[in-house]
């Protein structure tokens, strides 16, 4: 009989408990009363099983490694780092194998995706600084992690978001420069050749970036070739969104691809839903709505019976392109190809003219005369003839005027609204009229998707309609599917405000006025969470302030716009652009010292101390990462960014003078120079304020190193 170590022991333990559960939960019901007897006896026959029977010395290492490995994957389950960094060192004697390296990296990941209860945001999106770490510090040890780790860190980067919690220089912009530049250290330390699915990622991250970036795209995609990797389905959809997201000019290269793709791998059912979203990108930039339609009637057919939310193809991302193509589709206008709405041809201009004025539309309308039953058959396949009558918005002929847009809008919108009201059982019945009942019951209404589906009605929609639609959504007409606005919704509606015709502009006003009070507060709610110098949110309440000046403008409350103005620099001042937040005034190679943040007080050189780049950012040549590398000091060898970027993303709200000029032009005609001086100052304070804070942020500088050299 072999002895085993004490460390042995201990994880042989755990693993005996571990059994010991899992057979008293498999006691039926009937037999709840010997549970203390069972456990006892299970308890027993695991110890000794575990602990005292063993063959051989080998078999000994080999049970204790798989249990060792069991241990480590319940603190990587946990996202405790310490736990398992003292595990390894306690009971690994040797180097850690290739996947237990692999397990280290995962455990500072889940670690970095733990929320902090200071963070407004989900988890997954801070920086993972420790991950980081842990790679360069296995590269110095001459130990390198598995191509996965690196994947890992690499996607985790790519999902880091700037929100209020994360530290500073360390938001959205910096982690994408990180994910690049760790791809190219990872080819000249550790692995020259990616895989495949590494080679996915940095494809479809190309797509990520603005604006998107084609040709590094088809780069990788060759490379990839060249290198004698075949390409994944899930790299065919990178490449292929890639294209779609560049613009019409690269949409028949995605389309290639596409057929490309279709002939290796099968594209039906639930297999092609990312295919149709990477299509649907380049749709949406091109306007092509009727390639759009083909699209979601492939999708309509490929979605079974009834399918659970993993097998359904239409969901609400594929559901938010279309609607994006609606928006971006420009109607012909032509009168040779506009359906006739009356059946007497001299009739034909009444009928178009009443037709183009109409605002609201009702999907069960009767069907055009002209329209026959195999053109509306195209886009509901499963559709049988005899009852196309129930859906004459869907023929081949795409919508030639606004109204017709708005009315496939509609109805789409409705079906969505009724299948999700399905029961399982009624899901499964046909619908009224053949249609497929119950494909879209797993669309869920997310804000995106109705700001998107609100869009259409801006864009084709008079401002009435629009409004109506809006009130309809944003009220509790939908029972218990509820539709909770975002910032998003409300800077939307207030830009569709300011671009009213002057007709409708008494009602676009009374409407922004509605929209207004909501706007202010979601933003004051976002001030206390700190969201105010994250840079998405800020911008957010640039275009807010600017579009609802001008809906003052424009209705000729100008006393009222400057008023706005003068409450914006109030609220966001010109010297707070040189003021980084609160976790930002702290240099990273001091102590923490309370820095004053009156504007009197921040000379020049304080100004850039303030904004200190981390020295994970570091641009300086060095030949290695030191073997003790610390969180502050490893990062990558190589870098693919240049030393002026990655972008600073937390730049609080600023204006400009395209946001006053409109303002500018009133005060101009009514010859107020006072307050047109104080327009001049606001605009040269923040553009002053901007540029000192560029200036800082370029020539502020890490701490130098000893392993670095000029």
């Known amino acids: 009989m072999i002895v085993k170590p004490p460390s042995v022991l201990l994880v042989r333990l755990a693993h005996a408990l571990r059994r010991t559960h899992q057979a008293v939960a498999r006691t039926p019901p009937s037999r709840l009363s010997s549970v203390s007897g069972l456990a006892n006896d299970n308890y027993i026959h695991a110890l000794y099983e575990d602990l005292m029977i063993v063959d051989s010395p080998q078999t000994a290492v080999l049970e204790s490694s798989n249990e060792i490995d069991t241990l480590l994957a319940e603190y990587v389950k946990r996202g405790n780092t310490q736990d398992f960094e003292l595990c390894m060192s306690r009971m690994l004697p040797a180097p850690p194998a290739e996947h237990q390296r692999d397990l280290h990296v995962k455990a500072h990941i889940v670690n970095a995706s733990l929320s902090p209860r200071s963070s407004a945001l989900s988890a997954t999106q801070r920086f993972p600084t420790g991950a980081l770490a842990v ?58 050749v990616p895989d495949a699915h590494l080679y996915a990622l940095m494809v479809r991250a190309c797509g990520s970036s603005s604006p998107p970036e084609p040709e590094r795209a088809l780069d990788l995609w ?90 359904s193809i239409v969901d609400a991302e594929l559901m938010t392109h279309i609607f994006h193509t609606y928006v971006s589709y420009k109607p012909p206008f032509r009168r040779e190809t506009t359906r006739l709405i009356g059946c007497d041809a001299a009739s034909t201009t009444e009928a178009s003219t009443n037709e183009s004025q109409a605002e609201v539309v009702s999907i069960h309308r009767d069907p055009p005369p002209h329209v026959s039953t195999e053109q509306t058959q195209d886009v509901f396949p499963d559709v049988p003839a005899e009852n196309v009558e129930s859906i004459p918005s869907f023929s081949r002929l795409p919508p030639q005027t606004s109204f017709d847009v708005i009315a496939e809008a509609q109805a789409l919108f409705s079906r969505i609204l009724e ?163 609160d976790s930002q005034l702290v240099s990273f190679d001091t102590p923490s010292i309370a820095m004053p943040i009156g504007s009197s007080l921040i000379s020049k050189s304080t100004t850039v101390q303030l904004f200190a780049k981390p020295p994970i ?67 040269m304070a923040y553009g002053n304020a901007l540029k000192k804070r560029r200036d800082a942020v370029l020539k502020a500088a890490p701490t130098r190193h000893e392993d670095e050299i000029d």
């Not at 990839?224 to 690269?250: D, S």
């Open 135 to 192: 790679l360069h510090k296995y590269e110095a040890s001459g130990h390198f992690a598995p191509i996965k780790s690196y994947t890992r860190v690499i996607s985790a980067l790519f999902n880091v978001q700037t929100c209020p919690s994360s530290e500073p220089r360390l938001g959205r912009a910096a982690a994408q420069a990180q994910a690049w530049d760790l791809f190219a250290h990872m080819r000249y330390v550790a692995h020259r």
């Open 222 to 311: 060759m490379e990839m070739q060249e290198n004698g990797v075949k390409p994944t389905r899930g790299a065919y959809e990178a490449v292929i969104r890639v294209c779609g997201r560049a613009g019409p000019e690269w949409l028949g290269e995605g389309t290639r691809l596409a057929r490309e793709m279709s002939d290796q791998y099968p594209i039906a059912g639930v297999n092609g839903r990312a295919l149709w979203c990477a299509l649907l990108e380049g749709c949406k930039r091109a306007g092509n709505l009727q390639k759009a339609r083909w699209i979601l009637a492939e999708a309509v057919r490929g979605s079974g019976h009834g399918a659970s939310s993993e097998d």
């Open 419 to 581: 299948d999700r009201s399905l029961s399982l059982e009624e899901a499964r019945r046909p619908h009224q009229g053949g249609l497929p009942a119950g494909r879209f019951a797993h669309v869920e209404l997310t804000p995106v998707l109705v700001n998107a589906y609100l869009s259409v009605f801006y864009r084709h929609a008079s401002i009435e309609t629009s409004q109506e639609a809006f009130d309809s959504l944003s009220n509790d007409s939908l029972g218990t599917q509820v539709f909770y606005p975002d910032d998003h919704t409300y800077v939307s509606a207030l830009e569709r405000c300011a671009i009213a015709r002057v007709e409708d502009r008494h009602v676009a006003t009374r409407w922004a006025e509605n929209i207004w009070r909501r706007w202010e507060e979601t933003e004051a709610k976002g001030m206390r969470d700190g969201k105010g110098n994250v840079g998405s949110f800020a911008r957010l309440i640039e275009r807010a302030h600017a579009a609802m000046r001008r809906v003052l403008v424009l209705s000729g409350d100008v006393d009222g716009a400057l008023a706005l103005l003068r409450s914006f620099v109030s609220r966001y001042p010109p010297n707070a652009v040189l003021q980084p937040a």
């Open 617 to 683: 950012l570091s641009t300086r040549t060095a030949l290695t990462n030191p073997a003790s590398s610390a969180l502050s000091t490893a990062r990558p060898l190589v870098r693919l960014t240049s030393v002026v970027v990655p972008k600073d993303d937390r730049v609080p709200p600023v204006i400009g003078f395209s946001d006053v000029d409109l303002l500018h032009a009133r005060l101009a005609e009514q010859r107020k120079i006072k307050d047109l001086g104080y327009i001049k100052w606001v605009c």
